[in-house]
């Protein structure tokens, strides 16, 4: 393939190189963030790591189609690479990891991952799986009878669509024509469950039973990702709807830091799977469009590298909250 044909696919998307380094920046800060939490962790000083490895390419791509402070993300644990996208910081989430006073997440009170920010227009999650699909199908009501043209982009794993609380929101959104983007990030075990014990069918498939489109679309794929929520946000944004997007990935890492993946992967399957590397993948297109070279890249890299180390140093000498500031927040002000 020659440059002027690997430029076409994202050129026909209208993305421009900018965007295409832009992205490719911050799928790496996004696993360099996460690799260095996992140092930490071992190294005793980070208490849990959930991790997105693997899930960058989903993550970028999607978050790239939204308008960050007008659109509204409800994401699960692992999205990083949203979170990122949209405007947190490598100092926001290790100051969270950390559980410091300057969290943005919660002020040091919440599990890694509970990612927050008003600014943003990102809403917390609770720790139940799946009780984030109704408020976003909520929040979608809300962009719709005021008449205005917000998304809502609402995130999970295949686990979640096992829940209750996905079918009624489906549902919900699929009777009210809502603004919302149900983006399922399959990364082919729930814990330790296989998804062949978890999931009866094809998840895309089950949006025609709520009456809209449902999409299956390789996760590890950047553009393809972005090509399908782009088209899922404008339906929203013209008032047709919402969409089902299964995003078929995999976790690079064990599900937590908690956890053993060796008691239920084999060693083989997890290798296999490194070498579909989202960002490594991505990598492949932006040398064949003509817009990585090793120099470029080992720039790149660099930037990557003393955002993480700033960050990390910071969030490591930072205070921790007060103990009298435990309870701020929790109740109302009378």
Known sequence: MDVK?????????????????????????????????????????AAFVISCQGHEGVQVAAAYNLRPGYDYVYPYYRDFGITTVLGQTPRDHFLSLLARKEDPNSGGRQMPG???????????????????????????????????????????????????????AMNFAGIHDLPVIFLIENNVYAISVPENLQVAGSIAGRAAGYGFPGHEVDGNDVLAVYETVKEAVG??????????????????????????????????????????????????????????DEETKEEIEERVREQVAEASDYAE???????EEALGRVYAEV
């Open 5 to 45: 044909e690997a430029r076409a696919r994202h050129e026909e998307l209208g993305l421009g190189d900018d965007d295409l380094l832009r992205m490719y920046e911050t799928m790496l800060l996004a696993r360099r963030v996460d690799e260095r939490m996992w140092i930490l962790n071992r190294q005793g000083k």
């Open 235 to 292: 339906r929203a944004r013209r008032g047709e709807g919402p969409t089902l997007v299964e995003a078929r990935t995999y976790r690079l890492t064990a599900h937590s830091s908690d956890d053993d993946d060796r008691r239920y992967r084999e060693r083989d399957e997890v290798e296999n799977w490194r070498k579909k590397d989202p960002i490594v993948r991505y990598e492949h297109y932006l040398e064949e469009a003509g817009l990585l």
């Open 317 to 323: 000498q930072a205070p921790l909250a007060d103990p």
């Open 114 to 168: 509970h990612f927050s920010s008003r600014k943003l227009n990102i809403v917390t999650s609770s720790a139940p799986v799946g009780v984030q699909y109704p408020q976003a199908t909520g929040t979608a009501l809300a962009f719709k009878v005021r008449g205005e043209d917000g998304v809502v982009l609402v995130t999970g794993g295949e686990a979640s669509t096992s829940q209750g609380d996905w079918h009624e």
